[in-house]
């Protein structure tokens, strides 16, 4: 026996791996309000293609978050958002292609986006108020913990009016 034959779908660890049982009471509301939470959709942007699907896996584990969309430059990712206009731009400030903040404002001026989170390694005031003035609404660390990277993305497309 294989490991393909033990597990009838291809996404098992990921849709499995960390089911909570509930007591019967409890079980019965998280039913109803998880029917009532609408799926978050995310599009990635990074240079690097490790960060990417580690993002990818981290995001996916959370039943109301999608990944609709993957983009290794600021001009690419111009383009995805524009095909697929996601909830929340999830995105590596560092690369470099166009200018990260010019292909920012372009997609919150058109509204191809609701919310845009960033990831980050500086801690630049003077850059930070640029990506804000461009449409940055959210700033993390790289390497933030999975349950807090989770919440944020949720918070941006929570905090956010559809367009």
């Known amino acids: 026996m294989t490991l393909n034959d033990r597990h009838a779908t291809p996404d098992y660890a990921a849709k499995r791996r960390f089911v909570r049982i509930a007591p019967q009471s409890e079980a019965h509301s998280a039913a109803v309000s998880y029917t009532a939470i609408s799926t978050v959709r995310v599009l990635i942007a990074g240079d690097h293609p490790t960060l990417r699907s580690c993002l990818k896996t981290m995001l996916e584990l959370d039943p109301q978050i999608s990944?609709?969309?993957e983009a290794s430059d600021d001009c690419e990712m111009v383009k995805v958002a524009q095909r697929v206009?996601?909830?929340?731009?999830?995105?590596?400030?560092?690369?470099?292609?166009?200018?990260s903040f010019d292909a920012v404002a372009e997609i919150t001026q058109r509204r191809m986006a609701q919310s845009v989170v960033a990831l980050t390694i500086h801690d630049d005031a003077e850059e930070r108020a640029e990506a804000q003035r461009a449409g940055i609404n959210l700033f993390l660390e790289k390497g933030v913990p999975y349950k807090q990277l989770i919440?944020?993305?949720?918070l941006a497309a929570a905090n956010s009016t559809k367009p």
């Open 67 to 69: 990944v609709v969309g």
């Open 85 to 99: 206009r996601p909830d929340v731009i999830l995105m590596d400030i560092d690369r470099r292609c166009c200018d």
């Open 151 to 154: 919440s944020a993305v949720r």
